[in-house]
């Protein structure tokens, strides 16, 4: 079984639109959770993290974390066309551990 | 803002040459980390060093791989005899203190 599990997609939405974006563990020690999103040929930019159960906002970007289900989500409101990109989930047991990341879901907003 | 920045953006070489891919963390980072994602696959971590010495490494890590801190500000991989299935993305990133960690742009490496 994977540590983290994320649907590869690819997902296309109109502009304006709400996407949710989601990711699934395996293993309970994960306490620290993050969201990077990923351009064709870059690095992984940190969007969000999240410490434990619960939710965070930072302007349009929500994110949420379940840890009695093992699921994490990232919501992105009035996606915008800039917001094309790869997103992916990451996560780790303890600080200065390894990531764990996910496959990364495609994303395009359409214009 | 500060940046963790990599050299080269794109390395080619043969089968069985050595590579070093260089990387400058951010400066007053403590954690160093290098990843590759082959294209079309998932991040994979490779290796994680701290105060001087591998802290963590995966099992993709093996005795072809090795890193290094020089001086205060690099950090290298180096790959001894590289293989076809080397070709990848490799990733450099760095963390202060906390969950946060800061990657590089990239470097692709082509393994012919």
């Known amino acids: 079984q994977k540590e983290v599990e994320q649907d590869p997609g690819p997902l296309s939405v109109p502009e304006g639109a709400i996407v949710s974006l989601n990711c699934t563990y395996s293993n309970s020690a994960f306490q620290y959770f993050m969201w990077y999103r990923q351009y064709s040929r870059k690095g992984p930019e940190l969007l969000m993290y999240t410490y434990s159960s619960g939710n965070k906002e930072d302007g349009r970007f929500t994110a949420q974390v379940d840890k009695s289900s093992k699921y994490i989500s990232l919501f992105i409101r009035d996606s915008q066309p800039s917001d094309s990109a790869t997103y992916l989930c990451?996560?780790?047991?303890?600080?200065?551990?390894?990531?764990?990341f996910g496959t990364g879901t495609s994303l395009t907003v359409i214009p | 803002e500060p940046e963790v920045t990599q050299t080269p953006s794109h390395q080619v070489t043969q089968m069985g040459q050595e590579v070093i891919l260089r990387c400058v963390p951010i400066?007053?980072?403590?954690?160093f980390y290098w990843y590759r994602q082959i294209l079309g696959q998932k991040v994979e971590f490779l290796v994680s060093f701290y105060n001087n010495e591998i802290s963590e490494k995966s099992e993709i890590f093996d005795d072809q791989f090795s890193v290094e801190r020089p001086d205060g500000s690099n950090f290298t991989l180096k790959i001894r005899s590289t293989k076809l299935e080397d070709s990848a993305m490799y990733f450099c990133a760095s963390l202060w203190s906390g969950d946060t960690q800061y990657f590089g742009p990239g470097t692709r490496l082509t393994v012919l």
């Open positions: 400066s007053n980072h403590l954690y």
């Open positions: 990451a996560m780790i047991m303890n600080t200065g551990n390894q990531f764990y």
